[in-house]
């Protein structure tokens, strides 16, 4: 036991009280002090460097076209406006070579004084880098411009200011110290017997604060004397230390929020500008490139004698002027894409028929290019707007020829599933992995020169994924670099249509309706197609929907009423199909013959379709049935 111990155990009970209170209250206020001190010397580093990393950011974003331009005045100008900070000692800009390039000094100094006091380049990367050498806080920010670095800037920041808090901060927690021993002395003098207790709960709240730096626990007050209103002081120094901290961190993520809402509208900014004028660039070169040739062989033509040589640079013009015509009609098309998206009118599209409109105007383009333009084309039918379909189907061929310089182009037809593939191959370039997503952008550049790689695709992708969205038909793309490219799009596949006309076809013997025009209401999509098939089977000019929404639509785009209306009569929970009827005539102002087809023989809903004047089919519907039902319905003699 030594001699310390010796007298700790010999005290008396007063001085052992006054004793262990004082030694506590020293011992947690200075751990508390100690870590308040670290943690508001880290804060106000963390604070400094974030200034300074702003600071930097925008002299950085200042300097970038004195750097590009080596505007050297110019950049010692921006690091001039940092004399407002007192705490900066020396800032520089270093060119791309590492270079010193500009310089900024707090105290005046000689031009070989400063050129000599900017250190070697600590760091040459593209990320921000920091660093505490002894009392000096050093800051690296690359300069970057369009996402290229041109040089860096480096600033060095003395924390002298953090000393004088430090010191502050030590005479005030003296002071605080001094205090609490006073005050514990005197309590413990006078109220021995009460201050066990309340010692232990207020070390406990200390003990708690320094383990999780919460600072917004409170000592409780068990009394109104002495030791009470330390225990205030306490807790208003706790309030105080609360306060500070919130503040800090109020000012600190402030300077995020507004760095971070700076740096996205600078990105998003300059983003937006640079694709369109990477957009207008390619415009305006491929634009240039068919013009260029036509005014050279027009000036060739002109001092050309040979006839042979004519024909071939009259073709050539020729062929400038269709890549030029087709330029603008890319350009027109996505003028006008909003418009044709909004005018989606879905109907039978019998797709041999269809190619076989599109390949004619594509035979010569692939022939000029040496290229074989072969197809194979399934008998299916599918439900989509046929001009947009047309349209996509152009655009994608058109795309295939423009950048397959040897080899071919197959334009496919089969069924899939519940879809027909019309597919699109070719022996073109490819497409790169990185590319597949970014050719479909709007603003793609369009230049291409020699057509030997991919450094654009117009804006007739842009236009197919749009009008491929708007009809809700999917799009599938496998491309291998050098092999060449597939393009797959997948439009719905009218089901039994084949059969229903194959059936027609057999014993149907030239009773027609020609001229005669019939809509068809019916939820389920197959049912309609069906019956749509068949009516214009008989040569009844049909339309289907499926809804009285659709319903109203519809007729506000017909000039004359049907002379039939084929409808199920439960079209929704709260829809039914003698509503159409009703809805139709009230439009036309006139009534109009219709067969209400329904699976139900309720006595009830038979009354209903009698009273309205329409006449009955049941379910499952007979084909010759209805041929038969819409022969009588129009007045003509019963098919046999």
């Known amino acids: 036991m030594n001699y310390f111990e010796r007298v700790v155990r010999d005290l008396n009970v007063r001085n052992k009280i006054l004793l262990i209170v004082i030694s506590s209250i020293v011992v947690s206020l200075v751990t508390a002090f100690i870590l308040f001190a670290l943690y508001d010397r880290q804060s106000y580093r963390y604070s400094m460097m974030q200034e300074l990393t702003v600071l930097s950011d925008v002299i950085a974003k200042r300097t970038s ?11 010692t100008a921006n690091l001039e406006s940092l004399s407002v900070k007192k705490n900066i000692i020396i800032s520089c800009i270093y060119d791309g070579k590492k270079e010193v390039f500009a310089t900024y000094f707090r105290a005046p100094q000689s031009t070989d004084e400063k050129i000599n006091a900017c250190p070697q380049l600590p760091y040459d990367g593209d990320e921000i880098f920091t660093k505490l050498q002894g009392d000096i806080s050093i800051l690296v920010n690359p300069i970057k411009f369009s996402g290229k670095r041109l040089g860096w800037i480096y600033v060095a920041a003395s924390m002298d200011e953090l000393a004088v808090r430090m010191q502050q901060l030590l005479l005030i927690g003296t002071l605080i110290f001094l205090s609490a021993g006073v005050i514990a002395y005197l309590f413990a003098v006078r109220v021995q017997r009460y201050i066990t207790q309340p010692l232990i709960n207020l070390q406990h709240v200390l003990r ?11 000592a409780i007050k068990e009394s109104d004397d002495e030791f009470g209103h330390m225990v205030l002081d306490f807790n208003r120094m706790l309030h105080m230390v609360q306060e500070a901290n919130l503040r800090l961190s109020d000012a600190v993520e402030e300077i995020k929020s507004e760095k971070n809402e700076s740096d996205s509208k600078a990105v998003g900014a300059e983003a937006r500008t640079t694709a369109i004028k990477e957009f207008f660039a390619g415009v305006s070169h491929d634009l240039k490139q068919p013009l260029s040739a036509i005014n050279l062989f027009l000036g060739v033509l002109e001092n050309e004698k040979d006839e042979e040589k004519k024909k071939m640079y009259i073709s050539k013009v020729m062929e400038s002027s269709k890549n030029l015509n ?60 046929a001009t ?57 550049q369009l230049n291409n020169p020699n057509n030997e790689a991919i450094n654009g695709f117009g804006l007739g992708l842009s236009i197919v994924s749009r009008l491929l969205s708007a009809l809700d038909h999917k799009l599938e793309l496998a491309s291998r670099v050098g092999r060449g490219t597939v393009f797959k799009v997948l439009a719905p596949r009218l089901k039994k249509v084949e059969k229903i006309t194959e059936v027609v076809d057999k014993w149907q013997s030239g009773a027609q309706f020609f001229g005669k025009f019939a809509i068809v209401i019916d939820d389920e999509r197959n049912i309609a197609e069906a019956m749509l098939a068949a009516a214009m089977a008989w040569d009844i000019e049909a339309l289907a929907v499926g809804s009285l929404a659709e319903l109203e639509k519809l007729l506000a785009t017909l000039e004359r009423a049907p ?44 009354k209903e379709i009698e009273f309205f004047g329409c006449h009955f089919l049941p379910k499952p519907v007979d084909l010759r049935l209805l041929k038969e039902k819409v022969d009588e319905v129009l007045n003509k003699t019963a098919y046999t």
């Not at 076209?65 to 950049?75: K, V």
């Not at 708690?208 to 409170?218: F, G, H, Q, V």
Request: aromatic share 8%; proline share 2%.
């Open 388 to 444: 947009m379909l047309e349209r996509v189907i152009r655009n994608l061929l058109a795309n295939a020829i423009r950048y397959t310089t040897k080899g071919g182009v197959l334009l496919a037809c089969r069924i899939k599933g519940e879809n027909v593939a019309i597919e699109i191959w070719d022996t073109g370039v490819g497409i790169p992995k990185d590319r597949m997503e970014s050719i479909f952008e709007r603003y793609t």
């Open 65 to 75: 076209a004195a750097l590009l331009f080596r505007d050297d005045r110019a950049a």
């Open 208 to 218: 708690t604060i320094t383990k999780s730096r919460d600072y917004s626990l409170r």
């Open 326 to 385: 087709t330029l603008f009609d890319d350009l027109l098309d996505m003028s006008r894409i909003d418009q044709i998206m909004n005018d989606v009118n879905k109907v039978r599209v019998h797709v041999p028929d269809l190619i076989g409109r599109i390949i004619k105007d594509f035979d010569v383009m692939a022939n000029d290019k040496g290229l074989y333009l072969h197809t194979h084309v399934a008998d299916v039918y599918v439900y989509s707007d």
């Open 563 to 606: 002379d039939i209306i084929l409808t199920d009569f439960t079209l929704s929970d709260t829809e039914t199909g003698l509503m159409a009827v009703e809805m139709i005539e009230e439009y036309f102002d006139k009534p109009v013959s219709a067969i209400v087809i329904s699976g139900e023989r309720d006595e009830k809903i038979l």
